[in-house]
């Protein structure tokens, strides 16, 4: 618990200027870049989700994995972040993920943190960062997988408010070659 709790406190410090520029002016005068601070407003409600993953990664793998979901998503922080509560139902068993997101002013990009339900560590991923350009969102991150580096991107386009698609990308070789591993396309309940 110990652990949940001090990675609240740090994202939420990470996302509190964006939280206060909605609500006060800089102390610095300086007037903040909200331009992109609406991008994921697309993603408040309740969605059906429809997976795909690849068996292996990094490996030429070209089998894939398919299974359904659900997410439910909400905006916070007066529209500077979002969060979602994700059940994939893998074949063997369903587990639970969290999305949070949040918009830097300073910057003007995006950071989305994964936890995965199945490590209760408390270890979140590596925040991607990124921006949407003509309705694509495009968002990056260095991390590891089985140990070795890999530059991860991660996808969102065809964004509506009854659908959108978001994919999953990895390159062993610093962003030379992208081999795309996990795809999901939602469908709104409500």
Not at 34 to 63: Q, Y
Not at 126 to 153: L, N, Q
Not at 168 to 175: E, K, L, R, T, V
């Amino acid at each position: 618990m110990k652990t949940i709790v001090t990675i609240a406190i740090a994202l939420a410090a990470a996302v509190l200027p964006a939280a206060a520029y909605t609500e006060l002016p800089p102390a610095d005068g300086k007037v903040p870049n909200l331009s992109g601070m609406h991008d994921f407003d697309f993603i408040a409600g309740k969605w059906r989700t429809h997976h795909r993953r690849l068996k292996e990664r990094l490996a030429g793998s070209h089998d894939w994995v398919e299974f359904d979901g659900t997410q439910d998503a909400q905006l916070i922080l007066g529209g500077a972040g979002n969060a979602d509560d994700n059940v994939l139902n893998l074949p063997g068993g369903s587990y639970r993920g969290y999305t949070i997101r949040a918009y830097d002013p300073k910057t003007a990009t995006w950071r989305i943190w994964w936890l995965d339900g199945r490590y209760p560590d408390g270890a979140m991923d590596p925040p991607v960062v990124g921006h949407f350009e003509h309705g694509v969102g495009t968002f990056y991150a260095d991390d590891t997988f089985e140990e070795k580096p890999v530059r991860v991107r991660f996808i969102w386009k065809n964004l509506s408010h009854t659908r959108s698609h978001w994919e999953q990308a990895f390159s062993a070789d610093g962003g030379k070659s992208w081999e795309t591993n996990w795809t999901t396309d939602f469908e709104r309940i409500e």
